[in-house]
């Protein structure tokens, strides 16, 4: 819960002191000392900015100074706080990242979360995916989040052409909706996976760890295109 908190911008104590005024709901200072284990110094440094945050209330009662927690819920203005910051500088850092940007455009990704960059990617294209070699959705670790895909794919009206090792066609690759599957023989397919969205092309290396090799290319997205189109004549 600590690390969520200090996600959203909160240092170390001033996720304390707001988890212990969460608990204590109305509390002095020096309650809140106790129960937070933070110096008493900081608690009114942390209790200050997260004032400031609006999260944090006090009142006066008896000439003395009681802090509560806000309800949780005010957490989310942080988070819309943050947002808004980034959006209002994103024009600035697009124009810095095109300023930069070669005509190829290489980048490795790998792991389980190198994967989910890419297809998070194809649903940010909004264009046709046209797939060829070994099929993924058969991975256990991410057989949930392309549950998850597979509805966000078929909300933006997005469709998938694939051609899949012949194996394929029993398991799940094979109802996939909004698709066009076809099939070509488990020993052509090899350990690669290789989709085509946007002017993009990104490589799948079936290893132990999958490696994702994504190109951003016009010439090479459009080569790959015309050689999908060959093997799909020819595939069943």
């Given at each position: 819960?600590?690390?969520?908190?200090?996600?959203?911008?909160?240092?170390?104590?001033?996720?304390?002191?707001?988890?212990?005024?969460?608990?204590?709901?109305?509390?002095?200072?020096?309650?809140?000392?106790?129960?937070?284990?933070?110096?008493?110094?900081?608690?009114?440094?942390?209790?200050?900015?997260?004032?400031?945050?609006?999260?944090?209330?006090?009142?006066?009662?008896?000439?003395?100074?009681?802090?509560?927690?806000?309800?949780?819920?005010?957490?989310?203005?942080?988070?819309?706080?943050?947002?808004?910051?980034?959006?209002?500088?994103?024009?600035?850092?697009?124009e810095i990242f095109r300023e930069?940007?070669?005509?190829?455009?290489?980048?490795?990704?790998?792991?389980?979360?190198?994967?989910?960059?890419?297809?998070?990617?194809?649903?940010?294209?909004?264009?046709?995916?046209?797939?060829?070699?070994?099929?993924?959705?058969?991975?256990?670790?991410?057989?949930?989040?392309?549950?998850?895909?597979?509805?966000?794919?078929?909300?933006?009206?997005?469709?998938?052409?694939?051609?899949?090792?012949?194996?394929?066609?029993?398991?799940?690759?094979?109802?996939?909706?909004?698709?066009?599957?076809?099939?070509?023989?488990?020993?052509?397919?090899?350990?690669?996976?290789?989709?085509?969205?946007?002017?993009?092309?990104?490589?799948?290396?079936?290893?132990?760890?999958?490696?994702?090799?994504?190109?951003?290319?016009?010439?090479?997205?459009?080569?790959?295109?015309?050689?999908?189109?060959?093997?799909?004549?020819?595939?069943?």
């Open positions: 819960m600590e690390d969520e908190l200090r996600q959203l911008g909160l240092t170390s104590n001033e996720v304390k002191v707001y988890l212990a005024l969460l608990r204590l709901k109305s509390a002095l200072a020096g309650q809140i000392t106790e129960m937070a284990g933070v110096h008493r110094r900081n608690v009114y440094d942390a209790l200050e900015r997260l004032i400031q945050k609006g999260i944090v209330s006090y009142v006066y009662g008896r000439k003395r100074k009681y802090f509560k927690a806000e309800p949780p819920e005010r957490l989310l203005g942080l988070l819309d706080a943050k947002k808004k910051s980034l959006s209002d500088i994103m024009p600035h850092l697009l930069h940007k070669t005509s190829v455009d290489v980048r490795v990704y790998s792991g389980k979360q190198g994967l989910k960059n890419i297809f998070e990617d194809q649903l940010r294209s909004k264009t046709e995916i046209l797939i060829f070699g070994k099929s993924i959705r058969n991975m256990p670790e991410l057989k949930y989040y392309f549950e998850q895909h597979r509805r966000s794919r078929i909300e933006k009206k997005i469709k998938v052409r694939a051609i899949f090792e012949e194996s394929a066609r029993k398991t799940q690759a094979a109802k996939l909706p909004m698709s066009k599957i076809k099939y070509i023989p488990d020993e052509t397919a090899g350990l690669t996976s290789t989709n085509i969205y946007g002017n993009k092309v990104a490589i799948i290396l079936m290893l132990e760890t999958p490696t994702i090799i994504l190109i951003e290319n016009e010439k090479l997205h459009e080569a790959y295109v015309n050689y999908f189109e060959i093997l799909w004549r020819g595939a069943s």
